[in-house]
Every structure is written in structure tokens, then in C-alpha cells.
């Protein structure tokens, strides 16, 4: 079984070292260029840069214009990552309770993480509540 794992790991790890894919893609000028490389400008120098698929990245930030809303923003993304991550934990200590066949220690590590789990979870909630709370008294006394 360790042999095999091993295996695993090292196949894992070493298929991209052998693995080279190289992508061509047409520019909007017409010219084309193998990836990593950038599309070149397609505007005059002075000119404002009108943006391309190729340009690069989109930036996420665009509809957040003031601190409230990326505060919401981020604590959006705290909630969506930490709710599916605290019922995952959930999950795992009730499996090691139901595995612990009595064993002290294991009950005792499912009930700590459990617990902990809770606590976690509680706290996400408790900071997107309050959050909620403090923008909505600022709206109201505005």
C-alpha cells in the first residue's frame, strides 16, 4: 500500500516536468504568439488602451468603489469558503465518532474538532451578522 501511494505521488509530481504544451493565439492585429507571450498594444502610443481579451486579467474590484463594499465583498468570500469548510469538519468528527469504537482518545479528538468546527462557523456568521448590522445602522442614520 505504501509502495503504491509512493508511486502515485512520484507520477503525480513528475508528469508536468514531461508535459510541455505550447499554445498559439491570434492577436486582434492579426499577428500570433505562443503563450506565454502578451499581444502587442493595440493602440498608438498616447491613445487610451482600449482593453482586449488578451490584455490580461479582469479586475475583480471593478464594481467595489468604496471601503463598505469591499468589507462586503471580502466577508462574502470569508462566508462562502468557511461555511462549506466548517460542515466538511462537522462531517469528520461525527466519521470519528462513529470510528472511535470506544477509543478515548479518538472520541476525545472528534469532540474537540466538532467543537471547534462550531466555533469556527459561529464566528463566520457572527462577523457577516454584525457586518450586516453596522451597515444597515450606518444606512439609517445617513
Same mark, same amino acid.
Given at each position: 500500500?505504501?509502495?503504491?501511494?509512493? /508511486? !502515485?505521488?512520484?507520477?503525480?509530481?513528475?508528469?508536468?516536468?514531461?508535459?510541455?504544451? &505550447?499554445? !498559439?493565439?491570434?492577436?486582434?492585429?492579426?499577428?500570433?504568439? &505562443?503563450?506565454? *507571450?502578451?499581444?502587442?498594444?493595440?493602440?498608438?502610443?498616447?491613445?487610451?488602451? @482600449?482593453?482586449?481579451?488578451?490584455?490580461?486579467? @479582469?479586475?475583480? +474590484?471593478?464594481?467595489? #468603489?468604496?471601503?463598505? @463594499?469591499?468589507? @462586503? %465583498?471580502?466577508?462574502?468570500?470569508?462566508?462562502?469558503? #468557511?461555511?462549506?469548510?466548517? !460542515?466538511?469538519?462537522?462531517?469528520?468528527?461525527?466519521?470519528? /465518532?462513529? =470510528?472511535?469504537?470506544?477509543? *478515548? *482518545?479518538?472520541?476525545? &479528538?472528534?469532540?474537540?474538532?466538532?467543537?471547534?468546527?462550531?466555533? #469556527?462557523? %459561529? +464566528?463566520? +456568521?457572527?462577523?457577516?451578522?454584525?457586518?450586516?448590522?453596522? *451597515?444597515? =445602522?450606518?444606512?439609517?442614520?445617513?
Amino acid at each position: 500500500m505504501k509502495s503504491a501511494l509512493f /508511486f !502515485t505521488t512520484c507520477l503525480v509530481l513528475a508528469v508536468p516536468l514531461f508535459v510541455s504544451a &505550447q499554445v !498559439t493565439i491570434t492577436c486582434p492585429d492579426g499577428s500570433t504568439v &505562443q503563450l506565454p *507571450e502578451v499581444c502587442p498594444p493595440t493602440t498608438a502610443p498616447g491613445d487610451p488602451a @482600449e482593453p482586449t481579451a488578451f490584455d490580461g486579467f @479582469e479586475n475583480p +474590484l471593478k464594481d467595489i #468603489g468604496s471601503w463598505p @463594499e469591499f468589507i @462586503e %465583498a471580502a466577508l462574502r468570500i470569508v462566508v462562502l469558503i #468557511g461555511i462549506p469548510l466548517g !460542515t466538511v469538519f462537522i462531517i469528520w468528527a461525527g466519521l470519528t /465518532f462513529v =470510528t472511535a469504537a470506544g477509543s *478515548e *482518545e479518538k472520541i476525545k &479528538q472528534a469532540r474537540g474538532a466538532f467543537t471547534w468546527a462550531v466555533i #469556527g462557523m %459561529a +464566528l463566520v +456568521l457572527g462577523a457577516w451578522g454584525l457586518s450586516l448590522v453596522i *451597515e444597515n =445602522t450606518i444606512q439609517t442614520l445617513q
